[in-house]
């Protein structure tokens, strides 16, 4: 019997196990992470090596160091994962691998080891979407939580508001028409001489600040659910910009403050606007935006006042990371689907939706 036909056997028999222990690969962008999920809710294991110090030099991520990082530290990490969890290789029942989206070189670094690991064990190999990923992370967060909700889906590739009516079942409601709000953050964050990653330094410096300037999102999507971060990611660069040619002072906390309200007015209002709209009363917030405090405070109180029951994953989670890969495949391999040949390689794209 092949490989691959003796894993579609064991995939089917996963489906009725009692417990199924997944190992999961994450090395989309800057984060090597290898991790042990029982079940989908319970990590035995996540190790996580940054790389946020290297690329921070370069104000932003260079595909090629990230790519290199990843080889030197995947290794190790997986005897790592293993000696964490208290487990042998032996007691593996699936590897799972973040097969996009991403840098396609950091990609097929984690895709490879995967494909590799899986063949030496004779293991079922899953492929995993790296956004759907985010929205599992709350599964480990948040032990009681079940479909259906909406999700507001926020990363710096990614932006979002998403129903998810079963764990493999979501149909996107709104998206980013041209800037993800992650990579709006780092561009302001640059413009305002900050160090990378950009979404953490501008939630920490607004804090100091005052909403003094009135930037705006864009009117034209108002009536929809789909946002837009160009035209207000704009208005700060030419802010900022302009007061350094006139030799003007400007207070970059208040800069920071004020394009923060702005965005995450916009972000919270759209998604508890969904909510109302489909008749859910459930909020996930997904993706390493997730991690700002203010987005969390807004969420949580209009989310009181119109009764909508928000969740977020804890910090650890809100960020890149493998857990989610295999809380993720988990509820991929109840559902009977994701099972991958030894053909599997990296997108830089993903569909939002499934």
């Known amino acids: 019997m092949s490989y691959y036909s003796d894993c579609v056997d064991k995939f089917r028999k996963l489906k009725d196990k009692k417990d199924v222990i997944v190992l999961s690969v994450e090395s989309s962008c800057d984060e090597t992470s290898i991790a042990i999920v029982k079940n989908g809710r319970e990590v035995l294991a996540n190790i996580v090596s940054s790389q946020i110090e290297i690329h921070r030099r370069f104000g932003g991520v260079v595909p090629e160091v990230a790519s290199r990082n990843h080889i030197t530290a995947i290794s190790n990490i997986y005897s790592e994962a293993l000696a964490e969890a208290g487990l042998t290789k032996e007691d593996i029942d699936a590897v799972a691998v973040t097969y996009g989206a991403g840098l396609v070189g950091a990609l097929l670094v984690g895709v490879n080891f995967a494909k590799g690991l899986a063949y030496s064990l004779n293991l079922p190999l899953i492929a995993v979407s790296h956004v759907h990923g985010h929205i599992a992370a709350n599964y480990i967060s948040h032990p009681e939580l079940k479909p259906p909700f909406i999700c507001l889906m926020v990363s710096g590739g990614h932006t979002a508001i998403l129903r998810v009516d079963d764990y493999n079942k979501m149909t996107m409601l709104g998206t980013t028409v041209d800037d993800a709000i992650g990579e709006a953050f780092d561009k302001v964050a640059r413009v305002l001489g900050l160090p990378y990653p950009g979404g953490p330094e501008i939630d920490k410096l607004a804090k100091e600040g005052e909403r003094k300037y009135n930037f705006t999102v864009s009117k034209s999507l108002k009536g929809t659910l789909d946002f837009s971060f160009s035209g207000i990611k704009t208005e700060v660069v030419n802010l900022v910009h302009n007061a350094e040619q006139k030799k003007q ?86 559902d009977g689907i994701g099972l991958a040949k030894l053909d599997l390689t990296a997108k830089p794209n993903v569909t939002l939706g499934c």
Not at 271 to 291: H, Q
Not at 293 to 316: H, Q, R
């Open 249 to 334: 002072e400007i207070n970059a906390a208040d800069v920071a403050r004020s394009f923060q309200e702005s965005v995450t007015d916009e972000l919270v209002n759209k998604a508890i606007r969904a909510c109302k709209k489909e008749d859910i009363d459930t909020l996930v917030i997904a993706g390493g935006v997730g991690a700002n405090s203010m987005l969390k405070e807004k969420a949580l109180a209009l989310g009181e006042n119109e009764g909508v029951k928000v969740y977020s994953p804890v910090l650890k989670y809100c960020t890149d990371n493998s857990a989610m890969i295999g809380a993720m495949a988990y509820y991929m391999i109840k």
